[in-house]
């Protein structure tokens, strides 16, 4: 059984597609353009409502991909959830390649930033406030 291969499970393949195409960041109609002529935004929706897929279109949609058709047929998303649970390892520095650990921003400078930003709304308000009271307070010396 190769790692793509799910035992007894039914697969949506529509779905994985769509995963797949999200994973890579490829919109619909980018997608539908890369499939042909006859092919839509509405038609690409509809695929990856699909549960099973015709072989053909299985074949072009993966060379799109470039994945194996064998990751779109039976790609299970609970199974790989379990295998990444259960090789991952957290400790002594060995970290998932999708945690960012060298963000590109100082962490305290934004919230110094949205802190800075509160202050300014805050005293913004308060003027807004300052003003209506002594436009009342005019309001109530004329009556």
């Given amino acids: 059984m190769s790692q793509f291969e799910t035992p007894d499970k039914k697969v949506h393949q529509g779905r994985n597609i769509k995963r797949f195409r999200e994973m890579l960041g490829i919109k619909q109609e980018a997608f539908a353009y890369e499939l042909g002529d006859d092919w839509n935004q509405k038609k690409v929706s509809l695929l990856e409502q699909r549960e099973t897929i015709e072989t053909n279109i299985l074949t072009q949609v993966a060379a799109i991909l470039k994945i194996p058709v064998q990751a779109i047929e039976n790609f299970d998303e609970e199974q790989a959830m379990n295998i990444i649970s259960n090789t991952a390892s957290f400790d002594n520095c060995h970290y998932p390649a999708f945690l960012n650990h060298q963000p590109t921003f100082n ?19 308060l003027k807004e406030k300052e003003e209506m009271m002594a436009e009342l307070k005019e309001l109530l010396k004329h009556k």
């Fill in 107 to 125: 962490p305290i400078d934004k919230i110094v930033e949205l802190y800075d930003d509160k202050i300014a709304l805050y005293e913004r308000m």
